[in-house]
DNA sequence: GATGAATGAGCTTTCATTCAT
DNA sequence: CATGAATGAAAGCTCATTCAT
């Protein structure tokens, strides 16, 4: 259905990508295509040839974050082992938190809804956080009435930005994983 | 310093602040002045004689905001004990959310620092959030080793909005009191 | 027809007026009138009721001004003699002229018409300028091939302010005196 | 530095500079950018876009009256000769003075400074302009004590628009002129 | 009469989007 | 395909003027 693009095509949507990522996450979404455009060296009229509108790349921005959080939380599954993965995520996600202004604008200030507009990439992500959920229930690091609704959000919660300097926002981590872990 | 308004003027003044935390609430900030005008049944100019930047109406609905919740933490701590009143506090928050989708955008998203802008209110508003904690610290209902800056940062945490659902944010909250609760 | 004012109310508009005449002096006619009544200690209302409009009160102040510089020449005439009376009249309007930015802006930038609009202060003052030119002429001081009109522009000209230093304006102004005297 | 502009922008931006010249000459600074947009035949974000603020827009319309005044001036050198090209030239302002209200306005009534915001324009005006009066002064048409200062501000005084009529212009021009000449 | 709050048209400026080059 | 100039609909804000207090 879409075609490979040309060489140079594929090129400029990809660094538009990144240097929206990059320039939402520090500055917000308000800053203006133009502005996007010029950073990548490219004409506005290149971002939308890529991004019909200015939605559609911030979508884009969000659906490619939440791919490589995804793929960054099955490799920690393999690496740091089922007890512990989810912990160690939770706290990249945290330590992270910090650049991803923009990111957190685009899930939830502006009214936009991943879910509706790219409902494959948030099913694939929940199935992810799934996985490494069962994995710690399994291992008996985490309560089992907890489900990966809960954790999603409490992930979201966590990457609420600049609101705690980094020595609360250590504390409030060890608060909610405290609330995660079985009775003691 | 400032001498009484006349009594229209506050009427006005009241009027436009209500409506401006309301549409704020429902809509996000980036409504613009001349609606919350129309809203009010007042010209523009007079939003803008009360208020002289958008900022400042955006900062003088969050104070009021901040104000009359520590005003209800502060009821609380009467009526409801000192073990449970930080607990009903929070479960008050977290229902309330829903409709505060702009007092968090105020808080939070745009890069407002209300402490900057209204330093007394944000004092005083920790000041009373730090008597709940201690009275339930001296009951023993919250761990000792957590502190003002953790409650608050939790509490803006359970405001962000529209990211779960109803069933969701109960559990979430569960999780987070939980944490809260001295080892069992 | 106009029934004298109150007290109160004649201090007010002597006030205003001198206000004004400040004002627009040293920062032009772009002032607000809101601001015109703070600096004169009353409410906007007031300026409004005794000037129904900012162009009113522009050209109230530009007649006070003619008025009070006719009286000047008047002065002269007695105290210098008709020889030089025109010369140093000419001096005092251009040191002056500093701080009437705001006057020659009446006068000629935004396309008011004092003559259409109080012919009788411009007729009064134009007789005045005459007497001293004729005084002047009668001694032989000025050349005859000069009119009362040519002079009321050559004034205007060298209050034509900020464009010159006081180096420059000394010279200028000399240029021009010897341009009005007899040849030599 | 700047490349060179595409040829359907250059025209614009060379169209907006005439109508803004016409339409600031003729009815002053207050006429809106929306207006000149309208008249230019284009959308006001084109005048912004060539010119980022209103201001930037009347210093470029100065800025190109300058160029062309001393254009004039140099031609006038070569054609008329050293003894009458600075009267030419000043008859020549003269005349045009009528419709050069909104460059008066631009050079001295709102605080505009043409030779803050581009020197090298000034400079080079003023450069020529001495090359005309060392020129006359060199011809024995004009005295020796007289600067470039001094005639530029004749100059200016000449251009103070709509206060004198033709007949007056006229008599007043050779006053100055008479002035400028050596003692006969 | 005096006050200053309210009005609302109008201004400058920005920016998502389109389209000629 | 890429470019960046043009568009034009808002937005935030000001201020001459009116009118309830």
Redesign the pocket.
């Known amino acids: 259905m879409t075609r490979p693009?040309?060489a140079?095509?594929a090129r400029?949507r990809a660094r538009v990508l990144e240097v929206a990522y990059d320039t939402f996450a520090a500055e917000g979404l308000?800053v203006?295509?133009?502005e996007i455009a010029r950073r990548a060296g490219?004409?506005?009229?290149?971002v939308?040839?890529h991004f019909?509108?200015?939605?559609a790349l911030v979508v884009a921005v969000a659906e490619d974050r939440v791919r490589r959080i995804a793929e960054r939380a099955r490799t920690l599954l393999a690496v740091e082992g089922p007890g512990q993965a989810l912990f160690v995520f939770f706290r990249d996600m945290v330590r992270s938190a910090a650049v991803d202004h923009g990111l957190v604008d685009a899930l939830m200030s502006q009214g936009l809804d991943l879910e509706a507009v790219a409902p494959g990439v948030e099913a694939a992500f929940l199935s992810t956080l799934g996985d490494l959920l069962s994995a710690a229930q399994g291992a008996g690091t985490v309560r089992r009435d907890v489900d990966v609704a809960v954790v999603k959000a409490l992930l979201v919660v966590c990457k609420v930005p600049q609101v705690f300097d980094s020595q609360v926002t250590e504390r409030v981590t060890r608060v909610i994983e405290d609330g995660l872990t079985p009775v003691r």
């Not at 019909?52 to 939605?55: D, I, Q, S």
Request: net charge neutral.
């Open positions: 693009l040309r140079d095509a400029n308000t203006p295509i133009d490219v004409g506005a009229g290149t939308y040839r019909p509108t200015k939605e």
